[in-house]
């Protein structure tokens, strides 16, 4: 079975294409409705990223490597 996407509108009932595809003249479909975004921020979301970071973010000076690269640092690696 073959499937394709389709952005519609749905008002009081009717479905509109939304886009320049036109609809099939008869098909089983699949509906998902989504949410309209909301305009005020998700009170039940907890902090960003940013804030849980805090006074951490910025510290680093860009020096870190990546001890991956350096053969030595792997020699003992999984014994």
């Given at each position: 079975m073959s499937y394709r996407t389709l952005e519609?509108?749905?008002?009081?009932?009717?479905?509109?294409?939304?886009?320049?595809?036109?609809?099939?003249?008869?098909?089983?479909?699949?509906?998902?409705?989504?949410?309209?975004?909301?305009?005020?921020?998700?009170?039940?979301?907890?902090?960003s990223i940013a804030d849980l970071a805090g006074e951490l973010v910025g510290i680093g000076t860009g020096t870190h490597t990546d001890l991956s690269s350096n053969k030595a640092h792997l020699d003992d690696f999984g014994r």
């Open positions: 519609v509108e749905l008002e009081n009932g009717r479905v509109r294409p939304r886009g320049g595809e036109p609809l099939p003249p008869k098909a089983h479909a699949l509906l998902t409705i989504l949410s309209p975004p909301s305009s005020e921020p998700d009170e039940t979301a907890g902090p």
